[in-house]
């Protein structure tokens, strides 16, 4: 049996209007190669990037969108005319009011992003959804909200708990493997109703259905106030979370029975993918330390020592001029990460 782990498969489907359109077209670079896969040099070319944020009855969801006009062989992408016509979708925030919102359907897999806050020297591991293709004709007039289904391996399934206190829900800690042979993990959710049906256990490889959904945390200002007049306006001091709610999942997938049958299996080695999550704890620590080699942790460290720098010579000329207690920084808010490049890969996906 093989050592390393193959490219597990996952894809996101969203149908809505769209709420924000925050894409740009801007000039960028192609990598070229050849029939034989070697690299020749590079292109410019038109790139059109950024983010586009979809509304549905489940709430609002933003992905992450990067088109490029030629593709790797040197010719015009065929995704490129889609591309454009995103870019003309109309949204609900500042756009012609005098029309209607596009309504949509979007596609894509998700990738994870790792990052170092550089404000805070915090490691943050999201779920980046990234836009393939793109449509406005194969919009169902019933259908609206976002799901997402590939293939996992359990790592961990374990009661959520909220203030110390179960909240009926189960907590599946999933990994899948990108193309490179790297785990990332997934946290999907099972409600309450679900929980005695969900009969998997850890170590197993399942299919999993899922839907992603956006769930209000707090909520509006509404205190006991022993004086008070009506406010204009209400606080709402609540925001809203993304979750992954498990909507259902396959029969568990067998351990192939010869190499030849592995080559068609999707069945996910506990042994390899353990030994796959110890390589990415390694790889995030070192994210913490700032030994990684990678363009975004260097970066991003380099951002945090010249910060670091800063407020340390900040520091001393304060306590030059008047000595006093350092006040606490509160800036503990993830890093924005509309500066992280992202690469054009090849899907082989047929366009709309």
């Given at each position: 049996?093989?050592?390393?782990?193959?490219?597990?498969?996952?894809?996101?489907?969203?149908?809505?209007?769209?709420?924000?359109?925050?894409?740009?077209?801007?000039?960028?670079?192609?990598?070229?190669?050849?029939?034989?896969?070697?690299?020749?040099?590079?292109?410019?070319?038109?790139?059109?990037?950024?983010?586009?944020?979809?509304?549905?009855?489940?709430?609002?969801?933003?992905?992450?969108?990067?088109?490029?006009?030629?593709?790797?062989?040197?010719?015009?992408s065929p995704r490129w005319k889609m591309a454009q016509s995103l870019y003309e979708w109309n949204p609900e925030v500042n756009g012609d009011s005098n029309?209607?919102?596009?309504?949509?359907?979007?596609?894509?897999?998700?990738?994870?992003?790792?990052?170092?806050?550089?404000?805070?020297?915090?490691?943050?591991?999201?779920?980046?959804?990234?836009?393939?293709?793109?449509?406005?004709?194969?919009?169902?007039?019933?259908?609206?909200?976002?799901?997402?289904?590939?293939?996992?391996?359990?790592?961990?399934?374990?009661?959520?708990?909220?203030?110390?206190?179960?909240?009926?829900?189960?907590?599946?800690?999933?990994?899948?493997?990108?193309?490179?042979?790297?785990?990332?993990?997934?946290?999907?959710?099972?409600?309450?109703?679900?929980?005695?049906?969900?009969?998997?256990?850890?170590?197993?490889?399942?299919?999993?259905?899922?839907?992603?959904?956006?769930?209000?945390?707090?909520?509006?200002?509404?205190?006991?106030?022993?004086?008070?007049?009506?406010?204009?306006?209400?606080?709402?001091?609540?925001?809203?979370?993304?979750?992954?709610?498990?909507?259902?999942?396959?029969?568990?997938?067998?351990?192939?029975?010869?190499?030849?049958?592995?080559?068609?299996?999707?069945?996910?080695?506990?042994?390899?993918?353990?030994?796959?999550?110890?390589?990415?704890?390694?790889?995030?620590?070192?994210?913490?330390?700032?030994?990684?080699?990678?363009?975004?942790?260097?970066?991003?460290?380099?951002?945090?020592?010249?910060?670091?720098?800063?407020?340390?010579?900040?520091?001393?000329?304060?306590?030059?001029?008047?000595?006093?207690?350092?006040?606490?920084?509160?800036?503990?808010?993830?890093?924005?990460?509309?500066?992280?490049?992202?690469?054009?890969?090849?899907?082989?996906?047929?366009?709309?």
């Open positions: 049996m093989k050592s390393a782990l193959k490219k597990t498969a996952n894809w996101f489907a969203c149908e809505g209007t769209c709420y924000e359109n925050a894409l740009e077209l801007a000039k960028g670079k192609v990598k070229i190669f050849d029939e034989n896969g070697n690299e020749t040099g590079e292109k410019v070319c038109d790139v059109i990037r950024g983010r586009i944020a979809m509304r549905t009855d489940d709430g609002i969801h933003t992905f992450n969108v990067y088109f490029s006009s030629i593709g790797g062989n040197g010719k015009e029309i209607e919102p596009t309504a949509g359907r979007i596609e894509g897999v998700a990738e994870i992003n790792d990052y170092v806050n550089p404000q805070n020297n915090k490691l943050y591991s999201t779920l980046r959804w990234r836009v393939n293709r793109s449509s406005t004709s194969s919009v169902k007039n019933d259908s609206s909200g976002a799901s997402f289904g590939g293939t996992f391996y359990i790592h961990k399934i374990e009661e959520e708990e909220l203030n110390e206190e179960p909240t009926g829900r189960l907590k599946i800690t999933l990994y899948g493997s990108n193309r490179n042979g790297e785990c990332f993990p997934v946290t999907m959710f099972v409600n309450e109703e679900d929980v005695e049906d969900f009969d998997f256990n850890e170590e197993e490889t399942v299919y999993f259905d899922m839907n992603l959904t956006s769930r209000q945390v707090g909520g509006t200002n509404k205190r006991q106030m022993r004086h008070s007049k009506k406010m204009k306006v209400d606080i709402n001091s609540g925001f809203s979370i993304e979750e992954l709610i498990y909507m259902g999942g396959s029969e568990p997938i067998e351990e192939p029975e010869d190499e030849e049958e592995e080559e068609k299996s999707e069945w996910i080695d506990p042994d390899v993918m353990k030994k796959a999550i110890r390589i990415r704890s390694n790889k995030l620590q070192n994210m913490r330390e700032g030994t990684s080699t990678g363009s975004n942790s260097s970066r991003n460290r380099k951002k945090g020592l010249d910060m670091k720098a800063r407020k340390e010579a900040a520091k001393k000329n304060r306590a030059e001029r008047k000595p006093k207690p350092e006040p606490e920084d509160d800036d503990d808010f993830p890093l924005d990460d509309e500066d992280i490049p992202w690469d054009d890969d090849d899907f082989d996906m047929e366009d709309e």
